[in-house]
C-alpha cells in the first residue's frame, strides 16, 4: 500500500477527497502501528503500519488509496512501568481519540485489560492477549453533507427554555413514531417528536450525553447497563446505540439530519458534555484508548505514586486538562461539534474539575481563558454543573463570565418552599428573581442561572411529590446507590394511592413547582416527562435502566393531559411577556418615571415586606412585578413595556387571603390561574385593589392587571 509522510494536523484520520491523513498524539511512545480491518473487522498483519513520521510529538501518515468506511485503531509501544505512570501495551487495539465515528460497542472480555485479571500483581502484571475482537473500531467518515441555509439558531438566553431530555427515553414507546426510529438521532428528529416540542413551547433540547460511551463491566456483570452514558471515550464520535443507521459514517450523517431538523423547529441543540474523565476507570481498569496512548500524558496521576489516580469525579479517573494536548483534544472537539455539527451550546458535566490548575478550583484556569478567547466557543451557549467531588468543588455562583450554570442553590430552595420549611422568604426571594447574590457582583445577568427543580441525577417531578424514600431495588445495589432526597415530600401517603385528597394535593404540587420554575428570573430548565407526570416509581438514581423505569410513557390519562396543557399555557405566558424574562437584576426602585417599583414584595395583608420580616417563620409571599419598570429597551432602542403581574405563593398547609395592591379607576386584578384549580377559568375573575384573594394552602396564583374591558393575551 502506498504511504506519504502525511501532516500532524489536524490529529484523527481525515479524508481530503483524494486520501487519509492519519495523525495521533503521544508524547512517550516510541512507536505507533496504523492498523486497518477490512469489511469484516478482520486485521492483517500486512495492514498493520507503522507510522515513521513524527513531528511535535504527533504520529502522521498519509495513505492515499484509503476511503471513506475504512475501519482502522493503533497499538501504541512503549514502557509498561505503573509505578512510574506508563501503561503501554501494543497487544491491545486503541480507539483513536480524535475518531468520528466507531462501530459498535465492547464487547467484555479479560483480554481487555492491559494486566493480568486475578494475577496477584494486578495491574502491575502484563497481559499479552490481542482484543481486537472485543473492542469498537475507528471509521474514515466523509464529512460531507448539505446544510443549505443551517446556521446555529442563537435564541437569545433570555428567550430560552431548555427540556432535558434522553434520546432513547423519549422516544423508545411513542406510538406514532416508527417502530425502526424509536430509540434514536432520527426518531428524536420525527414529526411527532418535533411537533410535541414545538407545542410544548420549549426553544432548546438538552440530551443526555452522546458522545461514545462505556458501560462499566461491573454493570455488564450485573445484567444492567449505563443508560444515562456519563462514562465517554471518544468525545468526536455520536454513540452507535442511538442510531438508526449504524453501517459505518451513516450515525454521523443521521445526527445531522436530525440537527438541522430541529433547527427547523426553530429548536436548539445543547449537548450535555463529559470532559472531566473517561471510561476507563481507575488503575485496575480496561486499556481502550488514553490509557494506552499516553497514559501519564491524559490523566492526572497522583504526584508521589502515579500508578493511581487523582479522582475528582468519583469515576476513577481525572482528565489531565493542565497539559496542552488534552486541553487541545477538548477545545478541538466542541469546536467540531459547533461547526461540523452545528450544536448551539453544551452544558459541562462536573465542570468544576476543568478548572482545577493544581488542586483548588480555578476561575482563571486555561480551560476559562482559551474558552473566552475561542471566536467559535464564546459564542455559544456554555452552561456549567458548577460542582465536583472534590474538596471545594462547589462552585454555584463562582463561574466566570460568559458562563450559565446549574442553579442547584435554587433548586434546594424552591423544594424546601413548597415542601413546607419555614424561614425562607428571603432565600426565595433571591432565587425568583434571578440570584442576585449569585450572579450580579461578577458582571453577570439573570440568565446565567438556569433553574430547575429536578433533572435526569434524582426523582421525577411526580416522584418528588409522592416518594420520601429512594426505591432503587432495581438497580441491584440493595438500594445503597443515589443519595437519600430529603427535599421531598409525599403529600401525605407514601407511593401509588387512590385517596382523591392526596392525588389531588401532589397534582398541586405539581403546578406550583411548574408555574414557579417557569415564572422565576433566569432560564427554565424542564426535566423532560415532568409535564406529563413521568415516573420511575421512586428510583431517583436510573443511571442503568435502559428499560421502562427510564422511557417515557405516552399513555397519558386525564390527569397528566391536564399537567401537559397547564405547562404549555405557563410557557406560553413566559414566552409572551417581557417582565419574567428580564435581561437585567430587578432594583427595587421607581424606573424611567414609573410610578411603581419594578418590583415590590408584600406581605399578605398587602404592605411591603420590612428588613425584619425576611427571615422569619412566614410561608406565603406576594411579589409585583412592574410591566411598566422594565429598564432595557428593544432592538430600536424603544422602551420595553409589558402587563404587570402579582404572584401570590402560600406554602402553608391552610388558605392564606391576600389583600390586593390598589390601583387606579378603571383597573383590575385579573386571575390568570391557580394552581388549586387543574384547568384555567374560562370566563374572566376580575378583582379590585384592596379586595382580598384566597390562595387555598400549598397554592399558587397569577393575576394581571387590566383595563376593564380589556381582552385577556392567553
Same mark, same amino acid.
Given at each position: 500500500?502506498?504511504?506519504?509522510?502525511?501532516?500532524?494536523?489536524?490529529?484523527?484520520?481525515?479524508?481530503?477527497?483524494?486520501?487519509?491523513?492519519?495523525?495521533?498524539?503521544?508524547?512517550?511512545?516510541?512507536?505507533?502501528?496504523?492498523?486497518?480491518?477490512?469489511?469484516?473487522?478482520?486485521?492483517?498483519?500486512?495492514?498493520?503500519?507503522?507510522?515513521?513520521?513524527?513531528?511535535?510529538?504527533?504520529?502522521?501518515?498519509?495513505?492515499?488509496?484509503?476511503?471513506?468506511?475504512?475501519?482502522?485503531?493503533?497499538?501504541?509501544?512503549?514502557?509498561? %512501568?505503573?509505578?512510574?505512570? @506508563?501503561? /503501554?501495551?501494543?497487544? #491491545?487495539? !486503541?480507539? &483513536?481519540?480524535?475518531?468520528?465515528?466507531?462501530? =459498535?460497542?465492547?464487547?467484555?472480555?479479560?483480554?481487555?485489560?492491559?494486566?493480568?485479571?486475578?494475577?496477584?500483581?494486578?495491574?502491575?502484571?502484563?497481559?499479552?492477549?490481542?482484543?481486537?475482537?472485543?473492542?469498537?473500531?475507528?471509521?474514515?467518515?466523509?464529512?460531507?453533507?448539505?446544510?443549505?441555509?443551517?446556521?446555529?439558531?442563537?435564541?437569545?438566553?433570555?428567550?430560552?427554555?431548555?427540556?432535558?431530555?434522553?434520546?432513547?427515553?423519549?422516544?423508545?414507546?411513542?406510538?406514532?413514531?416508527?417502530?425502526?426510529?424509536?430509540?434514536?438521532?432520527?426518531?428524536?428528529?420525527?414529526?411527532?417528536?418535533?411537533?410535541?416540542?414545538?407545542?410544548?413551547?420549549?426553544?432548546?433540547? %438538552?440530551?443526555?450525553?452522546? @458522545?461514545? /460511551?462505556?458501560?462499566? #463491566?461491573? !454493570?455488564? &456483570?450485573?445484567?444492567?447497563?449505563?443508560?444515562? =452514558?456519563?462514562?465517554?471515550?471518544?468525545?468526536?464520535?455520536?454513540?452507535?446505540?442511538?442510531?438508526?443507521?449504524?453501517?459505518?459514517?451513516?450515525?454521523?450523517?443521521?445526527?445531522?439530519?436530525?440537527?438541522?431538523?430541529?433547527?427547523?423547529?426553530?429548536?436548539?441543540?445543547?449537548?450535555?458534555?463529559?470532559?472531566?474523565?473517561?471510561?476507563?476507570?481507575?488503575?485496575?481498569?480496561?486499556?481502550?484508548?488514553?490509557?494506552?496512548?499516553?497514559?501519564?500524558?491524559?490523566?492526572?496521576?497522583?504526584?508521589?505514586?502515579?500508578?493511581?489516580?487523582?479522582?475528582?469525579?468519583?469515576?476513577?479517573?481525572?482528565?489531565?486538562?493542565?497539559?496542552?494536548?488534552?486541553?487541545?483534544?477538548?477545545?478541538?472537539?466542541?469546536?467540531?461539534?459547533?461547526?461540523?455539527?452545528?450544536?448551539?451550546?453544551?452544558?459541562?458535566?462536573?465542570?468544576?474539575?476543568?478548572?482545577?490548575?493544581?488542586?483548588?478550583?480555578?476561575?482563571?484556569?486555561?480551560?476559562?481563558?482559551?474558552?473566552?478567547?475561542?471566536?467559535?466557543?464564546?459564542?455559544?451557549?456554555?452552561?456549567?454543573?458548577?460542582?465536583?467531588?472534590?474538596?471545594?468543588?462547589?462552585?454555584?455562583?463562582?463561574?466566570?463570565?460568559?458562563?450559565?450554570?446549574?442553579?442547584?442553590?435554587?433548586?434546594?430552595?424552591?423544594?424546601?418552599?413548597?415542601?413546607?420549611?419555614?424561614?425562607?422568604?428571603?432565600?426565595?426571594?433571591?432565587?425568583?428573581?434571578?440570584?442576585?447574590?449569585?450572579?450580579?457582583?461578577?458582571?453577570?445577568?439573570?440568565?446565567?442561572?438556569?433553574?430547575?427543580?429536578?433533572?435526569?441525577?434524582?426523582?421525577?417531578?411526580?416522584?418528588?411529590?409522592?416518594?420520601?424514600?429512594?426505591?432503587?431495588?432495581?438497580?441491584?445495589?440493595?438500594?445503597?446507590?443515589?443519595?437519600?432526597?430529603?427535599?421531598?415530600?409525599?403529600?401525605?401517603?407514601?407511593?401509588?394511592?387512590?385517596?382523591?385528597?392526596?392525588?389531588?394535593?401532589?397534582?398541586?404540587?405539581?403546578?406550583?413547582?411548574?408555574?414557579?420554575?417557569?415564572?422565576?428570573?433566569?432560564?427554565?430548565?424542564?426535566?423532560?416527562?415532568?409535564?406529563?407526570?413521568?415516573?420511575?416509581?421512586?428510583?431517583?438514581?436510573?443511571?442503568?435502566?435502559?428499560?421502562?423505569?427510564?422511557?417515557?410513557?405516552?399513555?397519558?390519562?386525564?390527569?397528566?393531559?391536564?399537567?401537559?396543557?397547564?405547562?404549555?399555557?405557563?410557557?406560553?405566558?413566559?414566552?409572551?411577556?417581557?417582565?419574567?424574562?428580564?435581561?437585567?437584576?430587578?432594583?427595587?426602585?421607581?424606573?424611567?418615571?414609573?410610578?411603581?417599583?419594578?418590583?415590590?414584595?408584600?406581605?399578605?395583608?398587602?404592605?411591603?415586606?420590612?428588613?425584619?420580616?425576611?427571615?422569619?417563620?412566614?410561608?406565603?409571599?406576594?411579589?409585583?412585578?412592574?410591566?411598566?419598570?422594565?429598564?432595557?429597551?428593544?432592538?430600536?432602542?424603544?422602551?420595553?413595556?409589558?402587563?404587570?403581574?402579582?404572584?401570590?405563593?402560600?406554602?402553608?398547609?391552610?388558605?392564606?387571603?391576600?389583600?390586593?395592591?390598589?390601583?387606579?379607576?378603571?383597573?383590575?386584578?385579573?386571575?390568570?390561574?391557580?394552581?388549586?384549580?387543574?384547568?384555567?377559568?374560562?370566563?374572566?375573575?376580575?378583582?379590585?385593589?384592596?379586595?382580598?384573594?384566597?390562595?387555598?394552602?400549598?397554592?399558587?396564583?397569577?393575576?394581571?392587571?387590566?383595563?376593564?374591558?380589556?381582552?385577556?393575551?392567553?
Amino acid at each position: 500500500m502506498k504511504r506519504w509522510p502525511g501532516r500532524p494536523y489536524p490529529q484523527g484520520a481525515t479524508w481530503d477527497g483524494e486520501g487519509v491523513n492519519f495523525a495521533l498524539f503521544s508524547e512517550n511512545a516510541t512507536g505507533v502501528e496504523l492498523c486497518l480491518f477490512d469489511h469484516k473487522d478482520h486485521e492483517k498483519e500486512s495492514h498493520r503500519i507503522w507510522m515513521e513520521e513524527r513531528t511535535d510529538q504527533v504520529w502522521h501518515l498519509y495513505l492515499p488509496e484509503v476511503r471513506p468506511g475504512q475501519v482502522y485503531g493503533y497499538r501504541v509501544h512503549g514502557p509498561y %512501568e505503573p509505578e512510574a505512570g @506508563h501503561r /503501554f501495551n501494543p497487544s #491491545k487495539l !486503541l480507539i &483513536d481519540p480524535y475518531a468520528k465515528a466507531l462501530t =459498535g460497542i465492547i464487547k467484555w472480555s479479560d483480554a481487555m485489560f492491559g494486566y493480568r485479571v486475578g494475577d496477584p500483581a494486578e495491574d502491575l502484571s502484563y497481559d499479552e492477549r490481542n482484543n481486537a475482537g472485543n473492542i469498537p473500531k475507528c471509521v474514515v467518515i466523509d464529512q460531507a453533507f448539505t446544510w443549505g441555509g443551517d446556521t446555529l439558531l442563537e435564541t437569545p438566553w433570555d428567550k430560552t427554555v431548555i427540556y432535558e431530555v434522553h434520546v432513547k427515553g423519549l422516544t423508545m414507546r411513542h406510538p406514532d413514531v416508527p417502530k425502526e426510529l424509536r430509540g434514536t438521532y432520527a426518531g428524536l428528529a420525527s414529526p411527532p417528536i418535533i411537533e410535541y416540542l414545538q407545542r410544548l413551547g420549549v426553544t432548546a433540547v %438538552e440530551l443526555l450525553p452522546i @458522545h461514545h /460511551f462505556v458501560t462499566d #463491566k461491573h !454493570l455488564y &456483570d450485573r445484567g444492567v447497563t449505563n443508560y444515562w =452514558g456519563y462514562n465517554s471515550i471518544g468525545f468526536l464520535a455520536p454513540d452507535i446505540r442511538y442510531s438508526a443507521f449504524p453501517d459505518r459514517g451513516r450515525k454521523v450523517y443521521e445526527f445531522k439530519t436530525m440537527v438541522k431538523t430541529l433547527h427547523s423547529a426553530g429548536i436548539e441543540i445543547i449537548l450535555d458534555v463529559v470532559y472531566n474523565h473517561t471510561g476507563e476507570g481507575n488503575q485496575m481498569g480496561p486499556t481502550l484508548s488514553f490509557r494506552g496512548i499516553d497514559n501519564a500524558t491524559y490523566y492526572r496521576l497522583m504526584p508521589d505514586n502515579p500508578r493511581y489516580y487523582k479522582d475528582y469525579t468519583g469515576c476513577g479517573n481525572t482528565l489531565n486538562v493542565r497539559h496542552p494536548r488534552t486541553l487541545q483534544l477538548i477545545m478541538d472537539s466542541l469546536r467540531y461539534w459547533v461547526l461540523e455539527m452545528h450544536v448551539d451550546g453544551f452544558r459541562f458535566d462536573l465542570a468544576s474539575t476543568l478548572a482545577r490548575e493544581l488542586h483548588d478550583v480555578d476561575k482563571l484556569s486555561a480551560f476559562f481563558d482559551i474558552i473566552h478567547q475561542d471566536p467559535v466557543l464564546s459564542q455559544v451557549k456554555l452552561i456549567a454543573e458548577p460542582w465536583d467531588l472534590g474538596e471545594g468543588g462547589y462552585q454555584v455562583g463562582n463561574f466566570p463570565p460568559g458562563w450559565a450554570e446549574w442553579n442547584g442553590k435554587y433548586r434546594d430552595a424552591i423544594r424546601r418552599y413548597w415542601k413546607g420549611d419555614g424561614g425562607l422568604l428571603g432565600e426565595m426571594a433571591y432565587r425568583l428573581s434571578g440570584s442576585s447574590d449569585l450572579y450580579e457582583a461578577s458582571g453577570r445577568r439573570p440568565f446565567a442561572s438556569i433553574n430547575f427543580v429536578t433533572a435526569h441525577d434524582g426523582f421525577t417531578l411526580r416522584d418528588l411529590v409522592s416518594y420520601d424514600q429512594k426505591h432503587n431495588e432495581a438497580n441491584g445495589e440493595n438500594n445503597r446507590d443515589g443519595t437519600d432526597d430529603n427535599l421531598s415530600w409525599n403529600c401525605g401517603v407514601e407511593g401509588p394511592t387512590d385517596n382523591p385528597a392526596i392525588l389531588e394535593l401532589r397534582e398541586r404540587q405539581k403546578r406550583n413547582f411548574l408555574a414557579t420554575l417557569l415564572l422565576s428570573q433566569g432560564v427554565p430548565m424542564i426535566c423532560g416527562g415532568d409535564e406529563v407526570g413521568r415516573t420511575q416509581h421512586g428510583n431517583n438514581n436510573a443511571y442503568c435502566q435502559d428499560s421502562e423505569i427510564s422511557w417515557f410513557d405516552w399513555n397519558l390519562d386525564r390527569s397528566s393531559q391536564q399537567l401537559l396543557a397547564f405547562t404549555r399555557q405557563v410557557i406560553q405566558l413566559q414566552q409572551e411577556h417581557p417582565v419574567f424574562q428580564r435581561r437585567r437584576f430587578f432594583q427595587g426602585r421607581r424606573i424611567r418615571g414609573s410610578e411603581v417599583k419594578d418590583i415590590s414584595w408584600l406581605r399578605p395583608d398587602g404592605k411591603e415586606m420590612d428588613d425584619e420580616e425576611w427571615n422569619k417563620g412566614f410561608q406565603a409571599l406576594a411579589l409585583r412585578l412592574a410591566g411598566d419598570a422594565i429598564e432595557e429597551a428593544d432592538s430600536r432602542g424603544r422602551p420595553i413595556k409589558d402587563d404587570t403581574f402579582l404572584l401570590l405563593l402560600n406554602a402553608y398547609q391552610d388558605p392564606v387571603s391576600f389583600t390586593l395592591p390598589a390601583h387606579k379607576r378603571g383597573i383590575r386584578w385579573e386571575l390568570v390561574f391557580d394552581t388549586a384549580v387543574p384547568v384555567p377559568p374560562k370566563r374572566p375573575r376580575l378583582f379590585k385593589g384592596g379586595q382580598t384573594y384566597s390562595v387555598t394552602g400549598r397554592t399558587l396564583a397569577l393575576l394581571c392587571l387590566r383595563m376593564e374591558g380589556e381582552k385577556a393575551s392567553q
